[in-house]
């Protein structure tokens, strides 16, 4: 004999009582889950960056070596001196030249991916640009390190394809070489831009992937050549997760101090300069200083990017 | 020079396989210039194969395709005066909607004055004068719809390609816009070709439809030659919700033993007729009642209109229609 029907089915533990007290009060659920998160970010994450801005206002004493724990601009002042509007023009110049070959180079792997890879071809997009993340940072740059060498693997082949002289000449350019690529601007520049590839290939393959097909049908059927589509729809739509990547790799490049150390030469980047001012020097109010320097330029250019309406499209 | 006689769009033998899918699989086909053709069948049929062929995203397998007697195989989409509407409209999402219009004028190089007036133009034509500031995510979608028309139209093509158009509407506007396409389409006086897997969107705009089957065009036709007289049980399955009869009840009917149509609207309910059934199953309409019947291993409907009397389920019935009616099929 079965029992007669009832509108309401028993509850059936721990899990039923909670699934009725988040269905009554939807807010609880939503506190739960997003205190944590806001205590880390709240305390721990914006807490320093407060602590690192307040450094930056004091100053340290010429002669003890001392932080003064008093309001100054002094220290910014001490940013605008030569030798260090030199260390931050450098470090921008090569963020934007990283950040621009970053760019070029992977467009055309993110069109791919988002246009024409499926299944199997699709995985092995993602595990391509991927599998150089899984494997340690300072294996890689020193992995470069070795391929640039005046004995590595670049000489060798040049020397082995009878370019050897050629490839001397060039090294001997100051710019390019100044005697090996391993310990140039050109190389610091080529290990750049291949550890921060993969930064900017997926937020580009994600942003190329939201793009309908038809958008570029449409654009060739009301007559636009190639050129045309890319300029007008293909990059404009793009365009969001471009500025995405270019974030990643212009402030990655921007605070680095690993690279230019292994493999570059002895000019100084920000990164350098701030782990060299808190570390040897003892200097904190001035390494505080210069990291805010990227966050400003971070500031302006989001900033800039906005006004260009870089997220029109969002 | 065209002549009048210069079809707008022919395909000689057009094949286009995908791998080892025949999507379109020899197919002959002329569209009168003027027409406003219809391209009908269900999902997977080749019909929006054939008209991506016509507009250049597609490339023939084999065959050739030919716009107003020009063979187009070598020419890509952006030379082709052809212009698509697409299903799901395809507005550029970053652009107002003046700018989306005026697109096919600015990849010309027309200068900004002349094309923003023009857009303005096309913009009331399709009823939307005033909207060119907003963006196409303001619109709702009969909106968009008008969009990607007057987009597609600022080019003035010579042919005008329309996909599923207007499958996203819903039923209402979906009736309002086939009324004001064809109007439109007649004061225009060019070409449309439009893919719908509608039956009834096909009959009551089309002049001339092609009904597609596994790639294959299964009949061509004026709508009343496709509805009254389908050459397969296919086309009078898919065209009309019709009986398709087999071999021994149209005899048992009357006529050949061959496979036939039978219209429901030209069936009577009557005391006494060609044949006798059951009522199986009764569906009110609204302006009828459709009233299945069992005849023997086959099912037969019959339309009723409002304000006759309509047997019960489970009654017996003979059922009466005038001999002409009984369309006998090739295959």
Redesign the interface.
């Known amino acids: 004999m079965m029992q007669p029907a009832t509108a309401i089915l028993p509850e059936r533990g721990l899990g039923d009582r909670l699934t009725a007290l988040f269905w009554r009060r939807p807010r609880v659920l939503l506190a739960l889950l997003l205190v944590p998160p806001l205590l880390w970010l709240g305390v721990v994450y914006l807490g320093s960056l407060f602590a690192l801005l307040l450094q930056s206002f004091y100053s340290i004493d010429e002669f003890s070596g001392v932080v003064k724990e008093e309001f100054t601009l002094k220290t910014y002042a001490e940013l605008f001196r030569a030798q260090n509007v030199d260390i931050i023009l450098r470090t921008l110049l090569m963020s934007a030249l990283v950040t621009l070959a970053c760019a070029v180079i992977a467009f055309p792997i993110a069109y791919f991916a988002a246009r024409f890879a499926r299944g199997r071809w699709k995985a092995v997009f993602y595990l391509g640009v991927m599998l150089p993340l899984w494997s340690s940072y300072l294996v890689k740059v020193y992995a470069w390190k070795l391929i640039l060498a005046k004995e590595g693997i670049l000489t060798w082949t040049a020397e082995h394809m009878g370019v050897g002289a050629i490839w001397g000449r060039a090294l001997d350019e100051q710019w390019f070489g100044g005697s090996s690529l391993s310990t140039s601007p050109v190389g610091t520049f080529i290990v750049f831009v291949y550890i921060w590839l993969p930064y900017m290939i997926l937020p580009m393959q994600a942003a190329l992937e939201r793009v ?1 097909g ?2 570029l ?9 190639r050129a ?1 589509a890319f300029r ?2 293909i990059l ?2 793009a365009l969001p997760g471009i500025v995405a990547g270019s974030i990643f790799t212009f402030s990655l490049t921007l605070g680095d101090y690993i690279i230019p150390q292994i493999v570059g030469t002895s000019a100084r980047f920000i990164g350098l300069a701030v782990y060299q001012l808190q570390g040897t020097a003892g200097n904190i109010p001035l390494a505080a200083a210069f990291a805010v320097v990227p966050i400003v330029i971070m500031l302006v250019y989001l900033t800039v990017a906005k006004r260009m ?1 870089a997220f ?2 969002l | 020079m065209t002549s009048p006689a210069t079809p707008a769009v022919e395909f000689r033998a057009v094949t286009r396989h995908f791998g080892s899918v025949r999507a379109v699989d020899g197919v002959d086909l002329t569209i009168a210039e003027g027409a406003f053709f219809a391209m009908l069948g269900p999902s997977g049929s080749g019909k929006t194969t054939c008209l991506r062929l016509i507009s250049g995203f597609e490339k023939p397998t084999s065959g050739q395709i030919r716009i107003f007697g020009q063979d187009v195989s070598d020419v890509p989409p952006n030379r082709r005066n052809v212009n698509t509407v697409f299903q799901d409209y395809a507005l550029f999402p970053h652009m107002s909607v003046r700018d989306n219009v005026a697109y096919g004028l600015m990849v010309k190089g027309v200068d900004r004055k002349t094309r923003l007036d023009r857009a303005e133009e096309m913009l009331s034509l399709v009823k939307l004068p005033g909207y060119g500031d907003r963006k196409p995510g303001q619109l709702s979608g009969g909106q968009r719809q008008r969009v990607a028309l007057a987009r597609a139209l600022v080019n003035e093509p010579r042919v005008l390609l329309l996909d599923e158009p207007l499958g996203a509407l819903d039923l209402k506007l979906r009736e309002a816009m086939q009324d004001e396409l064809k109007a439109l389409q007649k004061r225009l006086g060019i070409t449309f070709v439009f893919v719908t897997h509608d039956q009834h969107e096909a009959l009551s705009m089309a002049d001339s439809l092609a009904v597609f089957s596994d790639g294959k065009i299964a009949q061509i036709g004026t709508p009343e030659e496709v509805y009254a007289r389908p050459q397969s049980r296919f086309v009078a399955d898919f065209v009309g919700s019709s009986n398709v009869l087999p071999p021994d009840l149209t005899r048992a009917l009357g006529g050949p033993a061959r496979w036939s149509s039978l219209r429901p609207e030209q069936v009577r309910i009557a005391d006494q007729g060609q044949g006798r059934g059951i009522v199986t199953s009764i569906r009110y309409l609204g302006a009828g009642s459709r009233v299945a019947l069992r005849i023997g291993e086959a099912e037969v409907a019959a339309l009723v209109p409002a304000g006759q009397t309509v047997p019960e389920q489970g009654a017996e019935v003979a059922i009466a229609f005038d001999p002409a009616a009984l369309h006998v099929m090739e295959g």
């Open positions: 309908p038809s958008m049908e449409a654009a060739a059927d009301l007559g636009a050549s045309q007008t729809v404009p739509l309406g029109d499209a």
